[in-house]
């Protein structure tokens, strides 16, 4: 069972009647408690600026939460009998593009407040980083293209480790903001949908399993999350 299917069942069991998105899911619980700590030690100094931080931590729990629940939607649509290859466009189909694109811009709003976050756990860090860190995708180059930086170097190395997925994942989220929409078409029994957001230079449409990458990549955030959360709570 992947990290991902570890949490969905969790979640699933903890869910309560009244709402979908309870949950006693804490990705970010140790740096939470880390911050509550320090709030309780600043005396009031500096404790507007760490609020910013621990907010940030709240906004990345909950669109994690909504993010999870996305993925459990997902699943359930791509079970359904009117999820079919039969060449019909139902409405099935379009709630579960509509899913699978918001699954991309959670995401990606997740990864750019662990961008914001993490500055707290560098405080002597210098203006130039803490400008780059607007943006993962402006905060991993940075890392990446400083070889010589002693900020960090084994979160330098896990960053990019752990992040392969996150160029692809980037990509797809820049092609539906900013130029195309969703790709589909359909191939293999049972069903499968696959995507594309955009044509390669033969006119060819992508053909990656929608439901597949989904879980592949949710994992890999996942996972990636709880290493943040492990790594930074005793970094201060």
Same mark, same amino acid.
């Given at each position: 069972?992947?990290?991902?299917?570890?949490?969905?069942? &969790?979640?699933?069991?903890?869910?309560? $009647?009244?709402?979908?998105? &309870?949950?006693?899911?804490?990705?970010?619980?140790?740096?939470?408690?880390? !911050?509550?700590?320090?709030?309780?030690?600043? !005396?009031?100094?500096?404790?507007?600026?760490?609020?910013?931080?621990?907010?940030?931590?709240?906004?990345? $729990?909950?669109? #994690?939460?909504? *993010?999870? *629940?996305?993925?459990? @939607?997902?699943?359930? /649509?791509?079970?359904?009998?009117?999820?079919?290859?039969?060449?019909?466009?139902?409405?099935?189909?379009?709630?579960?593009?509509?899913?699978?694109?918001?699954?991309?811009?959670?995401?990606?709003?997740?990864?750019?407040?662990?961008?914001? /976050? #993490?500055?707290?756990?560098?405080?002597?860090?210098?203006?130039?980083?803490?400008?780059?860190?607007?943006?993962? &995708?402006?905060?991993?180059?940075?890392?990446?293209?400083?070889?010589?930086?002693? /900020?960090?170097?084994?979160?330098?190395?896990?960053?990019?480790?752990? #992040?392969?997925?996150?160029?692809?994942?980037?990509?797809?989220?820049?092609? *539906? #903001?900013?130029?195309?929409?969703?790709?589909?078409?359909?191939?293999?029994?049972?069903?499968? *949908?696959?995507?594309?957001?955009?044509?390669?230079? @033969?006119?060819?449409?992508?053909?990656?399993?929608?439901? $597949?990458?989904?879980?592949?990549?949710?994992?890999?955030?996942?996972?990636?999350?709880?290493?943040?959360?492990?790594?930074?709570?005793?970094?201060?």
């Amino acid at each position: 069972m992947s990290t991902l299917d570890e949490i969905l069942d &969790s979640k699933a069991k903890s869910e309560d $009647e009244k709402s979908n998105a &309870s949950t006693g899911i804490s990705l970010l619980f140790d740096i939470l408690e880390q !911050m509550n700590e320090a709030m309780n030690e600043s !005396m009031g100094r500096n404790n507007r600026e760490l609020q910013r931080y621990r907010e940030y931590v709240f906004h990345i $729990e909950t669109k #994690t939460n909504y *993010l999870l *629940l996305i993925i459990i @939607r997902l699943r359930e /649509l791509a079970k359904s009998r009117f999820f079919v290859s039969s060449g019909v466009h139902t409405k099935t189909v379009d709630y579960f593009l509509i899913g699978l694109e918001s699954f991309f811009h959670y995401a990606i709003s997740i990864l750019d407040l662990v961008a914001r /976050l #993490t500055p707290y756990f560098y405080p002597s860090a210098g203006a130039g980083f803490k400008k780059q860190s607007k943006h993962f &995708s402006w905060q991993k180059n940075w890392f990446i293209d400083n070889d010589n930086t002693a /900020l960090d170097f084994e979160y330098k190395e896990n960053i990019i480790k752990r #992040t392969c997925w996150f160029s692809d994942l980037n990509d797809h989220r820049g092609n *539906l #903001t900013h130029d195309t929409s969703i790709f589909f078409c359909w191939g293999q029994r049972p069903p499968k *949908l696959f995507f594309g957001t955009k044509r390669n230079d @033969r006119d060819f449409i992508p053909n990656q399993d929608a439901l $597949e990458y989904v879980n592949k990549t949710a994992n890999g955030l996942i996972e990636f999350l709880l290493y943040f959360n492990s790594y930074f709570s005793k970094k201060r």
